[in-house]
């Protein structure tokens, strides 16, 4: 009995797992909840009123910018359709997020036409918040001047770039389409995975650094006197070059451990890129502090 029960709990977490698993990747451009509560066009918002900032997009570009030539948030769009159906929808939750939403809530997921102009643009006073979520579909995706406690993107289709960033938390997803770009400040956890190429800069030192791209992954961190371990995890076949100088290094069949102690700090990983092409083949740099 007590073994029937073991194996229920077990299946009950996976499927649960998996549930979540769906949730976290579902498209959230469509049939989203409360949809009669959103307002179509352009709206204007306190920045006041806003602790976390939610988005997603379909087509053309989306630009989110948090800027001084603002005092409140004023969301804007160009588009080529006149149907209310098909343009910018936003709403502030009681609970301080700002959802903004390419289509109405009631457009199916095979009735998304097909946009020539689609650009979204937020413009976002300074201000910390606790989160942002930015969301792309076939979107162009410019987040520059961001603070907040976390920060996630997700690709699907095309790249995100993110400038001037202030943030604590990092993680970066998708469905291995599309590059991502981030540079700034990144003080917590870094967790980029699901792009083609990534390239993380940051003027501060996170306190953990995984990533995860189909063809390179670059990260650059600010020179440290405490050096760090990083761990490339492999798949043959793997080609790689490092840089700068390595104090110690390990090489093992799946991974190699490098340690790097002091002077200016940057890791560029380049690998064979017509082998990971090939393949599909995903390396790991995984930094941790030392």
Excluded at 14 to 26: D, E, P, Q, Y
Excluded at 49 to 58: P, R
Excluded at 153 to 174: H, I, P, Q, R
Aim: proline share 3%.
């Amino acid at each position: 009995m007590k073994r029937l029960v073991s194996i229920l709990l077990i299946v009950g977490i996976i499927t649960t797992l998996a549930l979540v698993g769906l949730v976290a990747c579902k498209d959230t451009r469509t049939g989203y909840p409360d949809g009669d509560k959103y307002t179509a066009g352009a709206g204007t918002y306190s920045a006041a009123n806003v602790s976390k900032l939610n988005v997603a997009w379909t087509a053309g570009t989306a630009n989110v910018t948090f800027t001084d030539e603002v005092t409140d948030i004023q969301i804007t769009e160009e588009n080529n359709f006149t149907d209310e159906a098909y343009l910018l929808h936003h709403y502030l939750d009681p609970q301080g997020t700002l959802w903004v939403k390419p289509l109405a809530a009631s457009v199916g997921d095979d009735e998304i036409p097909t946009f020539t102009t689609k650009i979204l643009t937020i413009k976002f006073p300074k201000k910390a918040l606790e989160e942002v979520y930015v969301e792309n579909h076939g979107a162009k995706t410019y987040i520059d001047g961001v603070n907040a406690s976390k920060l996630e993107t997700y690709n699907s289709g095309y790249d995100t770039a993110v400038t001037n960033a202030n943030v604590g938390e990092l993680k970066t997803k998708g469905d291995g389409t599309g590059d991502t770009r981030v540079s700034g400040r990144v003080t917590g956890k870094v967790n980029m995975s699901s792009g083609q190429e990534l390239s993380l800069y940051t003027s501060a030192m996170p306190t953990e650094i995984t990533m995860t791209g189909k063809i390179s992954a670059t990260l650059t961190i600010p020179e440290t006197d405490g050096g760090f371990k990083a761990t490339i995890t492999k798949s043959s076949p793997f080609t790689c070059g490092f840089e700068p100088i390595v104090e110690s290094a390990a090489e093992e069949e799946t991974k190699i451990v490098k340690t790097y102690k002091g002077g200016a700090v940057a890791i560029n990983i380049t690998c064979n890129q017509g082998i990971i092409r090939q393949t599909n083949n995903i390396k790991i740099l995984k930094y941790t502090a030392a």
